[in-house]
């Protein structure tokens, strides 16, 4: 005659751990996935994008956000307090992940299979700042419309500016593009390429009003 063992409570607290730290390592290689291209795609829109994209993103990337909450809210709350405070990160990662993906989708759809011409021009720089790990960056802003940009520069290129002392002084060399729409964007490195160097710094007063953004 067959005897059945009852399972043990901590057996069945090991087999329902399984599927929430499967879902919890997906998540995240899907999250390192999707910041990939926040680090290798360097271009950026000059124009501000319609905020109705950028609604619709952060919209999108919040739903993604109580999604993952959803999947792993059983060992979450659990965890009491701790767990209430991780279902926050996911929303606010989704929100900052979706408009950074609307503003790229925007972007590609404006450029691509259009064979617009990179002009170079140059634009003031309004302000600079060392960043975590050593990275220096430059900030213009190229056209009394136009988004504020933050640029990767070479620590030769910062000890060259001085923005504060001397506004409107130095200027940058930027390859600007113009597709459909209207929509410009600057040709501009990756933030895990080499930053701008000091070839692409000009003095602004010297320059002609039509070589200037």
């Known amino acids: 005659m067959l005897s059945v063992q009852p399972q043990s409570a901590e057996g069945t607290a090991k087999e329902s751990e399984k599927p929430s730290r499967r879902f919890a390592v997906i998540s995240i290689l899907a999250a390192a996935a999707l910041f990939a291209p926040i680090f290798l795609h360097g ?8 905020s109705i994209y950028t609604v619709l993103g952060a919209a999108i990337g919040f739903g993604v956000g109580v999604f993952i ?3 792993a809210a059983a060992g ?12 926050t990160v996911p929303p606010l990662f989704g929100i900052l992940i979706g408009t950074h993906y609307s503003r790229l989708i925007y972007e590609e759809a404006a450029f691509i299979s259009t064979k617009a011409e990179i002009r170079q021009m140059a634009t003031p720089v309004t ?31 910062y000890d060259r500016l001085d923005p504060y002392r001397h506004p409107g002084r130095d200027c940058l060399l930027m390859h600007i593009q113009t597709g459909r729409w209207g929509v410009r964007r600057a040709i501009l490195p990756a933030p895990i390429n080499h930053g701008v160097d000091v070839d692409d710094l000009r003095r602004c007063d010297i320059l002609p009003s039509e070589a200037r953004l």
């Open 43 to 50: 271009n950026e829109l000059i124009d501000h994008m319609p």
């Open 69 to 71: 909450d959803y999947k």
């Open 76 to 87: 979450l709350l659990s965890r009491g307090a701790r767990g209430y405070v991780a279902m």
């Open 127 to 157: 302000s600079f700042r060392h960043g975590r790990y050593g990275i220096t960056w430059g900030y213009v802003i190229p056209g009394d419309d136009a988004r504020k940009l933050q640029i990767k520069i070479t620590g030769d290129l």
